[in-house]
């Protein structure tokens, strides 16, 4: 994403994919370098960051060391430590990145037990303390945080931002729900309005955007970028059709399970068994299931082989 050194006037809007914990992970990106439908960067699920913890998790060391396509790649760290979050930010930096982003935003309840994610905003004081650890740390331009609106209300949001503004981030990601939300209801697009009229830096929308007529509309009020998660799942041509590209035929969708499925398989490797490649697929297909029928739905989260469920992947 671009620096908030820039003239927020002057910023070209930058498309993102959203990071998914065991989704958006460097399969489904090769997946989405091979369908051609790239976005503008990647962030990557977020590595774990505690005292005692190392982050250097193997899953999402691959999306930055392994990675062939080309697309910057900002690494996430999720913690409430402030000197774990920097031993973590060093070792990330010495790695080909673009940047650390901050999760204030995972709505797990086992992550936010532990006080980050979106735990971080019920700790106001906490999330100080980290924003202004990592600010240290983080060479100028390089420095992104991604929040929710609150833990409870909306209301909470205009506080975050004078935090936000103190902290002097590079760029703010907003998901315009809360963590008592989750995924539910509808984002709050007001606080999206808010954030940009607020922060010196540039913010990027999140939340429901699945379509293109849905990024437009949200790109009008955070016009520096946006971030496709759940959305770019179910339809990973969107990066492309937002490009001005043609929408998926019936031919790429079924190309899209067979090499996503081909993907999951190369970064299984050897520990990949035919049980644990269904499951890993099903993951994805979570997001997916709208376009289903009820009876392929129910047949595909229960397969136990792969070969019966690209029959019905390829079928549609």
Known sequence: MTSCTCNKAELRASVGLAPMQDVTDLAFMRTLHRLGSLPDFFITPYFRSTPTTCAMGEENL???LENETGVPIHAQLAGS?????????????????????LNAGCPSPLVNRHHAGAGLL??????TDCL??????????QFSVKCRLGWDSPEEFPRLLELLTEAQPDGVMVHARTRRQLYGGVPHIASLTLAVRTLPCPVLGNGDITTPQQAADVLRITPAGILIGRGAVRNPFIFRMLRGGPAPSRAERAAYFTILAEEIGRTLHTKRTPAGHCNRLKKYLAFCYPDFSPEQEYTLRRATELSSMLRILTAL
């Open 132 to 141: 202004n650890a990592l600010r240290r740390i983080v060479p100028a331009g």
């Open 122 to 127: 019920r700790d106001l004081p906490r999330l």
């Open 81 to 101: 430590e402030p000197g774990a979050l920097s031993r973590d930010a060093e070792r990330l930096l010495a790695l080909p990145i673009a940047g650390i982003n």
């Open 62 to 64: 691959r999306c930055i």
